[in-house]
C-alpha cells in the first residue's frame, strides 16, 4: 500500500501539470505581463483580434487560470470553431476541472480537426486515462508515444506508473 501511496503521489504531481502547449507544434509564447485576468469574454474579444484573443486564453490557461481560459474556449466553440488548439487547450482546461469525459471528448475533437501533434495528443488522453483509474488505456497511450520518440518528457516514467497500476488492480 505505500508504494500505491507513492506511486498516486507522483502522478499528482506530473497530472498538475497537463501539457497545454500550442498543440500545432510547440509552446505559444507567454506575455504574463499583460494578463487581462478578471475580464469577460466580451470585453477580451473588444480589446483584441481573433488571433490575439486565443493568445491571451492559452497565458491565462498557463498561469493557472483554467477558468477563464475555459470561458473564451467555449465561446469560440460556439461560434462553431474548427481550430484544434481551441478544442484541445479547452480539453486540458477540462482536465484541471476534473471533467474528464468531457476533456476527452475535446481531445478527440481536436485530433479530428487536424490535431499535428500526436505525442501532446496522446500524453494528455494518457493522463486522462490516469486520472479516471483506467491504467491500462493510459499505459498504452504512454507506449505510442515511446514509440513515437522515446525522449518525450515523462512518457516511459509515467507508462511504468500506468503499468504498475495495472498490476495492482
Not at 507513492?6 to 497530472?15: A, E, H, P, S
Not at 491565462?60 to 487560470?65: E, H, K, Q, T, V
Not at 466553440?77 to 488548439?85: D, F, G, V
Not at 481531445?107 to 505525442?119: I, M, P, T, V
Given at each position: 500500500t505505500n508504494l500505491i501511496v507513492?506511486?498516486?503521489?507522483?502522478?499528482?504531481?506530473?497530472?498538475s501539470g497537463c501539457t497545454n502547449m500550442n498543440p500545432q507544434g510547440g509552446d505559444t509564447q507567454n506575455n504574463s505581463d499583460d494578463n487581462r485576468l478578471g475580464k469577460t469574454v466580451s470585453q477580451l474579444e473588444e480589446d483584441l483580434s481573433p488571433g490575439l484573443i486565443l493568445d491571451?486564453?492559452?497565458?491565462?490557461?498557463?498561469?493557472?487560470?483554467?477558468s477563464d481560459a475555459d470561458l473564451v474556449y467555449v465561446s469560440e466553440?460556439?461560434?462553431?470553431?474548427?481550430?484544434?488548439?481551441v478544442w484541445f487547450n479547452h480539453g486540458v482546461a477540462l482536465v484541471e476541472a476534473k471533467k474528464y469525459p468531457e476533456a476527452t471528448e475535446a481531445?478527440?475533437?481536436?485530433?479530428?480537426?487536424?490535431?499535428?501533434?500526436?505525442?501532446l495528443y496522446w500524453y494528455?488522453?494518457?493522463m486522462v486515462n490516469l486520472g479516471i483509474g483506467h491504467y491500462e488505456e493510459a499505459n498504452?497511450?504512454?507506449?505510442?508515444?515511446?514509440?513515437?520518440?522515446?525522449?518525450?518528457p515523462n512518457s516511459l516514467i509515467l507508462a511504468g506508473?500506468?503499468?504498475?497500476?495495472?498490476r495492482y488492480k
Open positions: 507513492i506511486l498516486i503521489t507522483f502522478f499528482l504531481i506530473l497530472c491571451k486564453a492559452d497565458n491565462l490557461l498557463r498561469s493557472g487560470n483554467y466553440i460556439e461560434n462553431n470553431s474548427t481550430n484544434p488548439r481531445f478527440e475533437r481536436a485530433e479530428k480537426l487536424g490535431l499535428s501533434n500526436k505525442n494528455n488522453r494518457g498504452e497511450y504512454f507506449k505510442m508515444i515511446d514509440q513515437s520518440d522515446p525522449l518525450y506508473i500506468a503499468n504498475k497500476f495495472v
